[in-house]
């Protein structure tokens, strides 16, 4: 059960959770509200069900994991648990509505479109899902808070270390520290 709040230090998890909240924010806000040109929640659900024969009950917990999971995503909120969501509502999407068309997501008008994008999306999921999300969590508890969980403000150093030193400590990992300190042994 660990493995669920064990995560890597890399900032790199960062850029796919809001590249991820971003394309699910707009997806989903398509689906449910109709925003962005969308057809809105009945006409999705009603196209699921008679097309892909997906029951409404799945249909919406889908879109449920697609709107709410990008808030969780943007905040850094269950990663891990709204990343196996979304990864599995695009596995659905891959093998019910795009496969048939192939890979290339640009095809001719009228055509459907291929397994290409909703590919990338799965992907970016499915990292998200291996390294979590402790990054950003570990800037706010550096600069916030204590380090050791207490919610009262730090007012010791100035603001602008309190961002920088957490940063620079995501930077170095253990083992990086380790061969830093044994070449300066060698020296």
């Given at each position: 059960?660990?493995?669920?709040?064990?995560?890597?230090?890399?900032?790199?998890?960062?850029?796919?959770?809001?590249?991820?909240?971003?394309?699910?924010?707009?997806?989903?806000s398509?689906?449910?509200?109709?925003?962005?040109?969308?057809?809105?929640?009945?006409?999705?659900?009603?196209?699921?069900?008679?097309?892909?024969?997906?029951p409404?009950?799945?249909?919406?917990?889908?879109?449920?994991?697609?709107?709410?999971?990008?808030f969780?995503?943007?905040?850094?909120?269950?990663?891990?648990?709204?990343?196996?969501?979304?990864?599995?509502?695009?596995?659905?999407?891959?093998?019910?509505?795009?496969?048939?068309h192939?890979?290339?997501?640009a095809?001719?008008?009228?055509?459907?479109s291929?397994?290409?994008?909703?590919?990338?999306?799965?992907?970016?999921?499915?990292?998200?899902?291996?390294?979590?999300?402790?990054?950003?969590?570990?800037?706010?508890?550096?600069?916030?808070?204590?380090?050791?969980?207490?919610?009262?403000?730090?007012?010791?150093?100035?603001?602008?270390?309190?961002?920088?030193?957490?940063?620079?400590?995501?930077?170095?990992?253990?083992?990086?520290r380790?061969?830093?300190?044994?070449?300066?042994?060698?020296?």
């Amino acid at each position: 059960m660990s493995w669920i709040l064990e995560t890597s230090p890399s900032f790199s998890f960062l850029f796919l959770r809001l590249g991820l909240a971003v394309a699910f924010f707009a997806h989903g806000s398509q689906q449910i509200f109709g925003w962005f040109d969308g057809r809105g929640l009945n006409s999705v659900l009603a196209n699921w069900k008679e097309k892909y024969g997906i029951p409404v009950p799945l249909s919406l917990v889908g879109m449920f994991t697609e709107f709410v999971g990008s808030f969780a995503l943007l905040f850094g909120f269950l990663t891990r648990p709204f990343a196996l969501g979304l990864a599995i509502f695009m596995a659905v999407a891959i093998q019910k509505a795009h496969w048939e068309h192939g890979y290339f997501l640009a095809r001719r008008p009228g055509e459907g479109s291929g397994i290409e994008y909703c590919l990338a999306l799965f992907l970016m999921a499915m990292a998200l899902l291996i390294g979590g999300r402790r990054e950003w969590n570990r800037v706010l508890s550096g600069a916030f808070f204590d380090g050791h969980g207490a919610a009262h403000w730090r007012r010791r150093r100035p603001f602008h270390r309190r961002i920088a030193e957490p940063l620079a400590a995501c930077e170095t990992t253990p083992d990086a520290r380790a061969l830093t300190r044994a070449g300066e042994r060698r020296s």
